[in-house]
């Protein structure tokens, strides 16, 4: 439990900092897009520098070594599988986690751009991060399991996501577009 505390921990820190950071880069990615005429340079900054903010911690994390075997899970559900009759506490970390590693990604993208105004297309951008977070873990041996269950939880995660600020989403209001 330990290593699981230690992980987290990662993710405030990293979160903390990120959060730090985020004013002045909202402020002033929004006033360079202001100067440059874009259309929404709130909109696109707040949603560019909160995808950043929101996804890294959770890069951090699943990056960081943690000494245990590699492994991979190409079985869809085999590891979920692995999770009946394990405490709740991991069950929730391990599912929960994976649900929001690109919440930040799924919520925001949609906002940032007109082209993303699509749950399908956030996902498909969602499930090529996670692959690509899965491969490095692989590649970079990192002790951790790379497996399709991760992609699953993460694209989902996204997708959900994406719903709750449908709303808000580029391009749905008649000649509004967030153009880069």
């Not at 699981?4 to 004013?23: D, R």
């Not at 005429?37 to 950043?52: E, F, N, S």
């Not at 405490?87 to 799924?106: C, D, R, S």
């Not at 692959?131 to 699953?152: C, K």
Request: aromatic share 6%; proline share 5%.
């Amino acid at each position: 439990m330990a290593d699981t505390w230690e992980l987290w921990g990662n993710v405030i820190i990293a979160g903390t900092f990120a959060a730090l950071l985020a004013v002045p880069a909202i402020m002033a990615l929004s006033r360079r897009r202001a100067r440059a005429g874009h259309a929404a340079p709130l909109r696109t900054a707040l949603a560019d520098v909160g995808i950043a903010v929101g996804t890294a911690p959770w890069a951090w994390m699943i990056l960081t070594p943690s000494g245990g075997p590699s492994d991979v899970g190409l079985v869809p559900s085999g590891d979920l599988a692995d999770l009946v009759g394990a405490p709740w506490e991991t069950v929730f970390v391990q599912v929960g986690g994976n649900l929001l590693v690109f919440a930040a990604l799924g919520a925001l993208l949609p906002l940032r751009s007109r082209a993303m105004s699509s749950t399908a297309r956030v996902a498909a951008v969602a499930a090529a991060c996670s692959i690509t977070a899965e491969a490095l873990q692989y590649v970079l041996d990192l002790g951790r399991v790379s497996s399709v269950d991760d992609v699953l939880l993460n694209t989902a995660g996204a997708a959900i996501f994406s719903l709750v600020t449908r709303r808000w989403w580029a391009g749905r209001d008649p000649g509004v577009t967030a153009s880069r």
